[in-house]
């Protein structure tokens, strides 16, 4: 079944902290990995893509295969890095997005 | 990028009645998809709107309840009939532009209350 899980429904750290949400896939085939973040008042947006291998505000996400993770990364936080981040996935010739049930990150001052 | 609007961008409905949002995008697109998402959830796609052809419906979801139109590459409808308070969601579209690099672009929502 195709399926993402994101197993953290908040995760609160502190302003120059590093970040990590995490997220593991289950998909049969190649999947192609997203985050989509929704900051406050704002409509869902992309925030990277794993075949882009770019990072986006300071955020990077590796495939790992072997793991079937792709978490979401940065090394230092900042204020305007809370929002709700949802990671999905994209797979078949619909390209249809399966969504996590997502992470509302919280950056304390 | 794609620039999409929504109308309404929220309703109170009575039980029983039924609601049409409407999608409209700046700049033709070749998919356009209807995602739900229900109180403290995740989006869970609802179905892909064709153009020029019936939708596809994902498991759980049937035409009955949900009805789509795609007239043409820029503007779809999703009717919620006969609404029950279950039915009480953000109800969101998202369109991929012909850019082919699968992106998605999503709608500001509707924010839909049944009593």
């Known amino acids: 079944a195709q399926r993402v899980t994101q197993p953290e429904k908040l995760l609160s750290v502190f302003k120059g902290a590093p970040v990590e949400l995490k997220c593991n896939y289950s998909?049969?085939?190649?999947?192609?990995l997203f985050w989509y973040v929704q900051y406050s008042r704002q409509r869902l947006q992309l925030l990277l893509r794993?075949?882009s291998r770019e990072s986006i505000k300071g955020f990077t996400a590796d495939l790992n295969k072997g793991e079937t993770s792709f978490h979401l990364k940065k090394p230092f936080a900042q204020e305007e890095d809370s929002a709700m981040y949802y990671c999905?996935?994209?797979?078949?010739?619909?390209?249809?997005?399966?969504f996590g049930t997502g992470t509302l990150l919280a950056i304390q001052p | 990028s794609a620039v999409i609007s929504q109308k309404p961008s929220r309703d109170i409905c009575q039980r029983g009645t039924s609601l049409t949002i409407q999608c409209q995008v700046d700049?033709?697109?070749?998919?356009m998809f209807w995602y739900r998402q229900q109180p403290g959830q995740s989006l869970t796609l609802i179905a892909t709107?064709?153009?020029?052809?019936?939708?596809?419906?994902e498991s759980g979801f049937v035409i009955d309840k949900f009805p789509i139109s795609r007239p043409n590459l820029t503007f779809s409808t999703l009717t919620v009939s006969n609404m029950s308070p279950e039915d009480s969601s953000i109800y969101l579209c998202?369109?991929?532009?012909?850019?082919?690099?699968?992106?998605?672009?999503f709608g500001p929502g509707t924010r839909l209350t049944v009593l």
């Open positions: 998909y049969s085939g190649s999947p192609e």
């Open positions: 794993h075949i």
């Open positions: 998202s369109v991929e532009p012909f850019t082919g690099n699968n992106e998605q672009f």
């Open positions: 999905a996935l994209s797979g078949g010739a619909t390209n249809k997005l399966i």
């Open positions: 700049s033709q697109v070749t998919m």
């Open positions: 709107a064709n153009q020029g052809s019936e939708a596809t419906y």
